[in-house]
T-cell receptor
């Protein structure tokens, strides 16, 4: 059974720091992995999608990597800003999206 | 291009009632999936529809059902509501589930009293 874990569960950093959020999964048989952010009480915003054949994807200050063989993905956020404060979720796609429990990020000025 | 829309945004129901939630996908998207989000269980998959056919179903009781129309709009229905059904219900659409980015709507927050 696929299980997705995210570490840390919560993170509080000053503005300007570079961050790494971790996601691990137990079964490498995935189509892709997607990172989302969720603001309180809102829906999910897609950040990056990495196909199973890819190693990384970049969008602006975000970079996501995927190591399928070890069951790990990382989301790197460069030069964090208060507007980055949100919960970050990773999800692996099998025949459905299976989500991790999220990392709650707070970036303070 | 308009995003995924969900109606209503908020609902208050009492135990035993039934509820219908609606989701309109992004134009051209044929796959619509539904998820339940609760503080205790996180995000859990309910079901997926593709071209009006249920393609996959999660581990939820039969009180949870859904359907998809020819224009790809989808509805989910929960009958005989229980307190534990209080949650944020999210739908997501994509061109096709396995290779494409899934785009989520803002959700419907259901409170069962």
């Amino acid at each position: 059974k696929q299980e997705v874990t995210q570490i840390p569960a919560a993170l509080s950093v000053p503005e300007g720091e570079n961050l790494v959020l971790n996601c691990s999964f137990t079964d490498s048989a995935i189509y892709n992995l997607q990172w989302f952010r969720q603001d309180p009480g809102k829906g999910l915003t897609s950040l990056l999608l990495i196909q199973s054949s890819q190693r990384e994807q970049t969008s602006g200050r975000l970079n996501a990597s995927l190591d399928k063989s070890s069951g790990r993905s990382t989301l790197y956020i460069a030069a964090s800003q208060p507007g980055d404060s949100a919960t970050y979720l990773c999800a692996v796609c099998t025949d459905k999206l299976i989500f991790g429990t999220g990392t709650r990020l707070q970036v303070f000025p | 291009k308009a995003g995924v829309t969900q109606t209503p945004r908020y609902l208050i129901k009492t135990r035993g009632q039934q509820v219908t939630l609606s989701c309109s996908p992004i134009s051209g998207h044929r796959s619509v999936s539904w998820y339940q989000q609760t503080p205790g269980q996180g995000l859990q998959f309910l079901f997926e529809y593709f071209s009006e056919t249920q393609r996959n179903k999660g581990n939820f009781p039969g009180r949870f059902s859904g359907r998809q129309f020819s224009n790809s709009r989808s509805e989910m229905n929960v009958s005989t509501l229980e307190l534990g059904d209080s949650a944020l219900y999210l739908c997501a659409s994509s061109l096709d589930r396995n290779q494409e980015t899934q785009y989520f709507g803002p959700g419907t927050r259901l409170l069962v009293l």
